[in-house]
């Protein structure tokens, strides 16, 4: 997978305006192909991802586009609706589908999502290159970091390391729910942790698994690390940094979310046409809109996510929360999600057998 083509001081750059963008992120009508009454489905993750993005992408475009509606359908992840997408293959009543980038691939080679291209969606153009990943026909929306969710009532100071899941004063204060995403794209960054390369085998990674594994109070996704840090059932644990970011907004002084000095892997998240869908020319007009810096930056502000638009710039700020300090984000890991697709069932029955239950 190619890295992306910017800096992080592009990232961080203000945007000049940045309030007046996010407040008024509706588009310009997309034509008369938006004409009349039409519905268009769109699935994706439930919670506070639904939220965000009917706030700032969905309801914006029913706006721009008199006469549209937009049905929202949550799943709990993307292994649900790739199970929806092969049950309706041949008649699908989802148009656009919100995966994770390891599921969209698979959908592709599956043939049940149709290809992009720039004259489809003239935004794809100003994607990052990891964006428009070639092994799939969906392109990424955004990008949320794999981070260290910690109780705020418990921590003078942040912790400032994946070691930090070993401290000998968290026995059975640890979560880490790494029996999917979380695990996966937590190996490749311990494997290199542990001067190893995950494309060449994942035993540097699962040795420092093992190691935190006394700590360990659940293994499980639910009840979710974020619910059980707010409840003070465990002080540390393995989660997303954006919904840590959302949760700390909505909560001040309980929870928080950090990425760690060694930096972290970005989980990508997906829009895909889904193929044979009767309502392709809106959805695609839907996915470019999503994909416009003003859909970007709102979204971004909104749910802590990455943008993957390069066009869409954000205040120094909001860039800090969602990569990390300027040092941190240099050490992002860029994995090849081709290569964990095809890896991805494997790695999780390791971390059952040879971190859980060994």
């Given at each position: 997978m190619t890295e992306p083509g910017v800096s992080f001081l592009g990232r961080r750059a203000t945007l000049l305006g940045f309030g007046?963008?996010?407040?008024?992120?509706?588009?310009?009508?997309?034509?008369?192909?938006?004409?009349?009454?039409?519905?268009?489905?769109?699935?994706?993750?439930?919670?506070?991802?639904?939220?965000?993005?009917?706030?700032?992408?969905?309801?914006?475009?029913?706006?721009?586009?008199?006469?549209?509606?937009?049905?929202?359908?949550?799943?709990?992840?993307?292994?649900?609706?790739?199970?929806m997408l092969r049950l309706e293959r041949d008649?699908?009543?989802?148009?656009?589908?919100?995966?994770?980038?390891?599921?969209?691939?698979?959908?592709?080679?599956?043939?049940?999502?149709?290809?992009?291209?720039?004259?489809?969606?003239?935004?794809?153009?100003?994607?990052?290159?990891?964006?428009?990943?070639?092994?799939?026909?969906?392109?990424?929306f955004s990008r949320d970091n794999l981070a260290l969710i910690y109780d705020r009532r418990v921590f003078d100071a942040p912790p400032t390391s994946w070691m930090d899941l070993g401290r000998p004063s968290l026995v059975d204060q640890v979560s880490m729910p790494v029996q999917d995403t979380r695990g996966v794209a937590l190996l490749p960054v311990l494997t290199r942790m542990g001067d190893g390369d995950y494309r060449k085998g994942i035993e540097p990674g699962l040795a420092l698994m093992r190691r935190f594994a006394p700590n360990v109070a659940s293994w499980n996704a639910q009840p979710d690390i974020y619910t059980l840090t707010l409840a003070q059932t465990v002080a540390l644990g393995v989660g997303w940094n954006g919904r840590g970011q959302m949760i700390d907004r909505e909560n001040p002084g309980t929870i928080g979310a950090t990425i760690p000095k060694e930096g972290s892997v970005a989980q990508i998240n997906t829009l895909n046409l889904t193929a044979h869908t009767a309502s392709g020319d809106l959805g695609r007009d839907f996915i470019n809109h999503a994909l416009s810096p003003p859909a970007q930056q709102a979204f971004a502000a909104r749910a802590y996510y990455g943008p993957t638009n390069h066009d869409a710039a954000l205040p120094e700020t909001l860039a800090e929360a969602i990569f990390g300090s300027s040092e941190v984000a240099e050490r992002e890991m860029h994995i090849d999600w081709t290569f964990i697709s095809a890896h991805y069932s494997a790695w999780i029955r390791r971390i059952q057998r040879e971190v859980i239950s060994g």
């Amino acid at each position: 997978m190619t890295e992306p083509g910017v800096s992080f001081l592009g990232r961080r750059a203000t945007l000049l305006g940045f309030g007046a963008c996010v407040g008024s992120v509706a588009l310009p009508h997309v034509g008369a192909r938006a004409a009349g009454w039409r519905t268009l489905t769109v699935a994706g993750f439930h919670g506070p991802f639904e939220t965000a993005f009917r706030a700032t992408i969905i309801e914006p475009f029913e706006r721009a586009n008199p006469g549209v509606t937009v049905v929202y359908r949550p799943v709990l992840n993307s292994a649900q609706l790739l199970a929806m997408l092969r049950l309706e293959r041949d008649a699908p009543e989802i148009d656009v589908a919100i995966t994770d980038i390891s599921i969209a691939i698979l959908a592709t080679t599956e043939g049940l999502t149709a290809p992009l291209t720039d004259a489809d969606i003239p935004n794809r153009s100003a994607l990052y290159d990891w964006a428009r990943d070639p092994g799939m026909n969906g392109l990424a929306f955004s990008r949320d970091n794999l981070a260290l969710i910690y109780d705020r009532r418990v921590f003078d100071a942040p912790p400032t390391s994946w070691m930090d899941l070993g401290r000998p004063s968290l026995v059975d204060q640890v979560s880490m729910p790494v029996q999917d995403t979380r695990g996966v794209a937590l190996l490749p960054v311990l494997t290199r942790m542990g001067d190893g390369d995950y494309r060449k085998g994942i035993e540097p990674g699962l040795a420092l698994m093992r190691r935190f594994a006394p700590n360990v109070a659940s293994w499980n996704a639910q009840p979710d690390i974020y619910t059980l840090t707010l409840a003070q059932t465990v002080a540390l644990g393995v989660g997303w940094n954006g919904r840590g970011q959302m949760i700390d907004r909505e909560n001040p002084g309980t929870i928080g979310a950090t990425i760690p000095k060694e930096g972290s892997v970005a989980q990508i998240n997906t829009l895909n046409l889904t193929a044979h869908t009767a309502s392709g020319d809106l959805g695609r007009d839907f996915i470019n809109h999503a994909l416009s810096p003003p859909a970007q930056q709102a979204f971004a502000a909104r749910a802590y996510y990455g943008p993957t638009n390069h066009d869409a710039a954000l205040p120094e700020t909001l860039a800090e929360a969602i990569f990390g300090s300027s040092e941190v984000a240099e050490r992002e890991m860029h994995i090849d999600w081709t290569f964990i697709s095809a890896h991805y069932s494997a790695w999780i029955r390791r971390i059952q057998r040879e971190v859980i239950s060994g």
